[in-house]
Each structure stands twice: as structure tokens, then as C-alpha cells.
């Protein structure tokens, strides 16, 4: 029920960083944090809305899990601030900010039992009795953990202990819930199965997530909006298919998915369309965008290997742009998708998937064969940095 | 041509081993149960056994406890005249609680210390931690003895400490410490408090931090997030200190001996007496029976918690 209602719910709300009306409910303002003469977090500013899944992705020493840690109060910033609903948390200490985290360790207390373990937050706000032990039985029930409430965590497997943290995590029902790598202990299948149920549950308590994560298909799966982050600063904040369809750097394509990155200069930029020569492609490319560029500047253009295709005949539209010739050099059969890795006359390698449509083709195309490479205008995204 | 003659070795010293039905692994087993049996179990059944023997003027001092009676029989005189004798004069009993207050104060007192000692030196950067609990193995190095006769420099009335407070202005007459009981606590706690420190870094030092952010984070004021994180899960590491401080607390001998007035009651000055100068060695020995009796319940104690914390570790 509360499902369908947010659902709807959903619909027709405005994506809250669209509405100008709304306002942020964090605000990271020109955070840097330094320790000695590393710089972990240099000069972040974002906004970060109410009801919000947001994802910080990154490698490891991108600054991500410092930033985490800023916001909840175990690190100070070295300069900037941090707003939470329009407070300013410099000078308030963790154990006063509304806000919880869930540890990469989940740092379950050992001593305690899982019911113990979830009710210490409660007591430190002294809560009634009664009214703890209801609210522990709640969120019990929301990770399907009551059977487990007198163990200890020692007696759990990674995944109860994962969704104990989660539940005392969130029992407080703070206004702000971050998450520090929370799926990075599981195995595969557990964890594709706990991004769904993070979500659902997400949905249920209407909390603002902000998740720290290397994983980008985690990010992809769950996040409302991403922010990519590249030692210490954000390459790029935008949502899923914003960062997927239009990274804004080199760095963001190739992070994000795979990619085919050809080199190439600006002949023709007009705004509707930018025409690039690329000695790479082995063809013109011809992208139906127009770039705040120079003309002959040096730029990149990237194609998802998704949105090219390849076949044995010309296509059949050849205006010399955007098609390329090239042979077959390795196919990777995945069942529903096929992976080719083609070399073009260029001599540069690119990676086309494809949809296997039919069954078993009378006459596939294989090793060694000359495909004709082409893509529609809209596929290209042409980067400057 | 050297590893077929050391194969042959190995194998018929192996053969040799297990004609008496040994491994190598059973006789790095057999190894501590030897030493046992060779210094606690055999001592402690001569003792025993003289425990049960009477008082004699003769070499050695007691009667023997088997004899061959007439007609080749074996008979066993059990005397416990000695453990009576224990429960009769109440010196007895008097010296065995006070030894018990003492080392129960001092353990007290030294857990009171360590503590802090402990944690800080567990929270203090990694480098300094090295030179740190240096420190506090340091004063091993000087014998025993002249650290517990230094005390008496200091603590005399005219010495170091009522010197310096006389000076300070704090007192006019000096202090009347040493020979009192004040002076013993000083000198157990100073002689052991490095035996509670050592037990209680080793598990402060192992204590995740992340568990006192996590209390932080669910709310719990630095003096809560240690009372319901740090100080339970250091439980360990106080109980192992405390007896290491408590069990060579109650028979101390020397610390008393030294610092401790003629009205200090201690168990083992009452063991000396008895062999020394009563040269009443079944006496002293039920003296000395009846001291284990009471700490084999801390030492059981002792273990029982060890293997706790052993099959927690595994986990």
C-alpha cells in the first residue's frame, strides 16, 4: 500500500533539484579537508534534497568516504561548512547531529544482543521503555531480522549483520541516514537482492539517503542523483542516466560504463550539429549538438558501445559520417548480448554490443569478418576535458 | 648423502618415541604437564604431606607419615592436629582476612590507576606507544627488593615526600606513613601496577574505534560511549590484571616485611614465623595449604574467563 502511494507519489512531484521553490536540505558549502599536505576534499559544494537517494561514487582516495565522515561529524572540515536543514553543524559534535550512519564494518556492538544493539540509540535519547521496545519490533520487522533479536552479532551471517546495522541505523529515524559502502561485504547475488530492499525501504521511511559507493552499478541501481567524485573534487552531479547519457569529462565516461573514445578535431560547429574530424575513427563524426569550443580545438568524442552497430552490408543511408570499416577481432557471447571487439583500418580497437534478436542466425557474423562500425548522430558526446 | 642419513635419523628417532607411545606432538604437549609435575604438583605433595605430620625435634623437623609397623604392614598416620590448630587461634584467621583487605585494596587501588594509564597509552599515536609501555617495564630492570627499600627513603619522616611537603607548606609536622598500612598499599600498588596496565592495554589497544564512533553517531556522549562500549569490552583485560595484581598480592612477604608496622598482619610473615622461628613445618605448611585453598578460587576464576575471552577472540 505505502508502496503504490509512493509510487504515484512519485509521479507527480518535480524532481526537487529542478524546482527552484525547493530548498536544499544539505548543504555542502566549498568544503576542503587537508590532512597535512594531503588534500582529501578540495573545494565540494553540493545540495542535497529531501527524500533524496544520493550516491557519492568513486575509486578509493577519491575523498568520498572523508566527505561521509564530515557529514557525520567525525571529521571537521578545514575550511567550508555544512548546513543540515539550514543549521550550521560546525560546532555541533556527532553525537548531537541528526544524523545516522551505517559503518562499512557495520561496528555492531559484540557485546550486545541484535534488540540491544538496536535499542542503544533509542536509550541515549531516553526513550520510554515501552516505547522502545515497540520501536525496535518495528524495524525488526522491516529488515526481517525478528527471529534474530536475542543473538548475538557474532551468531549472524554477513548479510543479518548487514541489515542489523541498517536497523539501528535507522530506528532513531533521523533525518538524514548515511551509508558508508553498505552492500561492499556481501557476495553478488545478496547483494543485488539488498539494493532493491534498500530502496524499498528507503521509499517506506522516506528518509534522505547519502551513500558512498565504488560500485557504479550499485549507484546506477539505487541512487535518485550521482555525484562522481576524482580525487577530492566532483567531476560530475547529475542523475544516473544524466552521468550515463552526458558525462561531462573524460573521466565520467570512462568511469560510468565501458566507452569508445575516439580523438579528432572540430571542422564545423554550428549550433545545431558539430562536425570533428577523426584520423582515429577513420571517418568524420557528426554529432547533432553544438559545443562552446573553438573550431580546431582537440577534443574527444565518446560512443556507447550500445549504441553502435555493426553489419556486413553498407548501411544503408552512407553519407561517409559516422560509419567506419573494421574486422572482427573477438566476440563474447553473453546469451542475451554479444560483445565485439573491432579494429578498425584506423588500428583502433572499439567494443560493440548488440542485442541477440533472433535465435542462431543463418549467418552470424564471426572472426575475421569486414563489418561496416556505424552510429546515429545523437550517440556521440563530445568532450573538451 | 647427507639427507637419506638425517631421514634415517628422524625416522628411528621417531620409532624410538613411538615405542612409548609418543608423537612429536604429544611431547610438545608432554612438556608443560612435566614442568608441572615437577614444580607445583611434586612441592605441593610435600608439602602437603608434611601438612599432615606432627611436629618433631629431629632432622627433618616432623614425623614421618608412613611406616612400616610390625609384620610388614604400610600404615598412614593423618595427623590434622596442624589445620585444627589454624582454626583455633584466631591469629590465624585475623592474618588471612587482613591479607585478603590488602591485596583486595591494592587491587582496587592499581585498577583505579592502570585504567587511565592504560587507555592513554592505547589512544596515544602508534609511535609514542612503543616508549610508552617502556616506561612502564622500565623499573623491572631494577631488583625488586631496592625499589621496595627506596619507599622507605622516601616515605620516612625524614624523608623525600614529608621533606618536600614541609617545604611546600602543605604540612608542619611530617606525616607518619612509613610502618603503617598506608605504606604497604603503597608498595603493592607501586610493585604491581604494571601487571594490571599490560593486561588492560592489550585489550584496550585491540578495541575497534569505529564502535565508539557508532555510539557517537546513535547519540552517546563521550562518558556514556565509554561506559556502555569501552568499558565492557575491556572486561577482559580488568579481570586478567586484577588477578594477576590480586593472587601475588595476598601472600606478599616482602612489601609487608619492609614497610609494614609491628600491628600489619599479613599471611605470609605468619608462614615465616611459623618456619623460622617456631621451625613448626607442619603448621607452616597447613598455613601454606590453606593460602592456596584461597586463591585456587581466583585462578579458577582466572582461567574460566580466559577461555571466554579466547573462544570470543575466535569469532
Redesign the interface.
Known sequence: MAQTTTQSGRKIKLEPWQDPKEQPYLRIEKVTKKFGDFTAVDDVSLSIYRGEFFSLLGGSGSGKTTLLRML???ETPTSGKIFIDGVDMSNI????RP???M?Q?Y?????MTVEQNIA??LK??RVPRDQIRVRVAEVLDLVQLGRFAKRRP?QLSGGQRQRVALA??LV?RPKLLLLDEPLGALDRRLREQTQFELVNIQEQVGITFVIVTHDQEEAMTMSSRIAVMNSGWIAQVGTPAQIYEYPATKFVAEFIGSVNMFAGRILEDEPDHVLIQSEEAGCDLYINHGVPVPLGTPVSVAVRPEKMSISREPPPVDSGRNVTRGTVREIAYLGNLSNYLIELDSGKMVRITQPNFNRLTEMPITWEDRVHVSWQPFAGVVLTQ | MSQPASSLKTSSSRRLLSRFGLSGRGLVVLVPYVWLLLFFLIPFAIVLKISFAEADIAIPPYTALLDWAEGGMLTVKLNFASFMFLLTDSLYAVAYLNSLKIAFVSTVLCLLLGYPMAYGIAKAPASWRGPLLMLIILPFWTSFLIRVYAWIGILKQEGLLNNFLIWLGVIDTPLNILYTDVSIYIGIVYSYLPFMILPLYATLEKL?D??L?????????PV??FL??TL??SMPGIVAGSLLVFIPAVGEFVIPSLLGGPNTLMIGAVLWNEFFSNRDWPVASAVAIALLLFLVVPIMLFQYFQEKQQE?AK?
Open positions: 557525520a561529524g567525525f559534535p556527532p553525537y548531537e544524523v545516522n550512519m559503518f564494518s561496528a555492531l556492538f559484540p557485546h542503544f540509540g541515549q535519547d557474532h539501528r541505523s532513531k | 575497534d569505529t564502535l564512533e557508532a555510539a557517537a553517531d546513535l547519540g552517546a556522549r556514556k560511549a556502555a562500549v565492557p569490552l570470543a569469532q
